[in-house]
C-alpha cells in the first residue's frame, strides 16, 4: 500500500508540473492570438474532394466557385471533408472539416464555403457583413486586420471580414458577388492573405 501511496504522489507531482508548463505557453498563445501574420500556416489541396462534390452541386444551377486551396494553422490534416448542406437554387452551403459530417461544428471546422441568389434588396457587401461588435461591454478577441475591400482574381472586388471570438472562433471571410450570386469562402481564424488566395482558386474554375 505504501508503494502504491507513493507512486500516486509521484503521478500528481508529475501531472501538476506539466500544467505549470502548459499554461503559460497557453497564456502566450491566447495573449497573441489576433496577430494572425506571425501564424504559421499550411496549404491544403481541396481539387481531390471538390471534384465529388461538384457532382451533386451541378443540377441546382448554381453558378459554381469552389476553391481547390485552403489553408490550416499547424500540421497538415490527413483527411480534408467536405459537407453540403441541402443545396438548392437560391445557393448552397458547404462545412470544410477535418472528419466527415463535421457540419460546421467548432470543434472540427478548417472553413466554408457559400452562394447565396442576389436579389434587389440585397445590401451591399460593405453594409452585409459588418465585424461582429462586443457584447454587453464585454470585448471579444478578435483579429487584428481590418474589414475592407480586397482585389480578386479577373478584376473581381471581394469584402474581406476578420475573424472574431466569443465562445467560440468563427471564420475570417472574403465575399464577392458575380452572375446574380454572392460567393463566400472562410478559414476558421484566418488571415486575409490566405482568404484571397482561397477566394482566387475558386473563381479560376470559371
Known amino acids: ?7 500516486f504522489r509521484v503521478l500528481v507531482v508529475i501531472v501538476f508540473a506539466l500544467i505549470a508548463f502548459a499554461i503559460p505557453a497557453i497564456a502566450q498563445r491566447a495573449s497573441s492570438s489576433g496577430n494572425v501574420k506571425s501564424w504559421i500556416w499550411t496549404e491544403v489541396d ?11 452541386l451541378e ?30 437554387a437560391n445557393g448552397y452551403d458547404i462545412s ?18 457559400e452562394a447565396r441568389r442576389l436579389s434587389d434588396r440585397s445590401p451591399s457587401l460593405d453594409k452585409a457583413h459588418p465585424p461582429e461588435p462586443d ?3 464585454v470585448i471579444r478577441h478578435r483579429s487584428d486586420e481590418e474589414a475592407g475591400s480586397v482585389s480578386l482574381a479577373g478584376g473581381i472586388q471581394g469584402y474581406f471580414v476578420p475573424w ?22 472562410g478559414i476558421k481564424v484566418g488571415n486575409k492573405n490566405n482568404l484571397i488566395q482561397m477566394a482566387n482558386s475558386a473563381i479560376s474554375q470559371i
Do not use: H
Open 96 to 113: 470544410i472539416g477535418y472528419r466527415k459530417g463535421c457540419d460546421f461544428a467548432n470543434s472540427c471546422r478548417i472553413g466554408s464555403v
Open 135 to 137: 457584447v454587453n461591454g
Open 59 to 88: 443540377p441546382t444551377g448554381v453558378p459554381l466557385r469552389l476553391p481547390t486551396k485552403t489553408f490550416v494553422s499547424g500540421a497538415k490534416p490527413l483527411q480534408v471533408y467536405l459537407d453540403s448542406d441541402k443545396p438548392s
Open 164 to 185: 472574431v471570438c466569443g465562445a467560440s472562433c468563427n471564420d475570417a471571410q472574403v465575399y464577392w458577388d458575380e452572375n446574380g450570386f454572392r460567393y463566400a469562402v
Open 1 to 7: 500500500m505504501k508503494f502504491r501511496s507513493f507512486g
Open 46 to 56: 481541396l481539387a481531390p474532394v471538390v471534384a465529388s462534390l461538384r457532382v451533386s
